[in-house]
């Protein structure tokens, strides 16, 4: 099109048009995975956030436990792009920081450390085509080694588990 600049505009133009349009395509839909994937823990309020995470957790075996007295808190990144996942991931350590910063402050914990557990499940990277090479679970999705490198970044003690990860905060 360099005989007809005006024409090469016009189609820069729409095609702008569509890459903003995919754009808010994907932010919606990973809104909607995110939503759907995490509704039980969305739909509390933050009222109800602070009294689901100071239930006792339900095990059976509270040896393995060091706080058997905290009710971790949930969220599901799956289908989720790298950026999208740790974006949801931060949100998800300020919610928890701040629900700590609050117990400390009313005065339910005294003279002890409020502590919070976080599991982030990624999954591990297996698709539909890997699965038939191999069973053995890899570490080699791209939001599984992000969400570890994330969370190594931010000086965070954490355990990796098959396709998760379980952090105290």
């Not at 999705?141 to 379980?166: A, D, N, P, T």
Request: proline share 3%; hydrophobic share 30%; net charge positive.
């Amino acid at each position: 099109y360099k005989s007809n600049p005006a024409r090469a505009r016009m189609l820069a133009d729409e095609g702008e048009q569509y890459r903003f349009m995919a754009l808010q395509y994907r932010i919606e839909e990973a809104d909607r995975i995110f939503y759907e994937n995490n509704s039980e823990l969305l739909s509390l309020s933050k009222h109800r956030l602070a009294s689901y995470a100071k239930q006792p957790l339900m095990r059976q075996d509270t040896s393995t436990n060091k706080h058997p007295n905290m009710t971790p808190v949930q969220i599901d990144l799956h289908g989720l792009h790298v950026s999208e996942g740790i974006q949801q991931l931060n949100c998800a350590i300020e919610m928890c920081r701040e629900q700590a910063r609050e117990d400390a402050f009313s005065g339910r914990q005294k003279k002890r450390q409020h502590y919070q557990k976080l599991i982030v499940v990624t999954g591990h990277g297996e698709n539909r085509n890997n699965k038939a090479i191999t069973n053995t679970p890899s570490r080699s999705g791209k939001l599984y080694k992000s969400v570890r490198q994330c969370l190594k970044r931010k000086g965070l003690r954490f355990e990796e588990m098959k396709g998760s990860f379980e952090v105290m905060l």
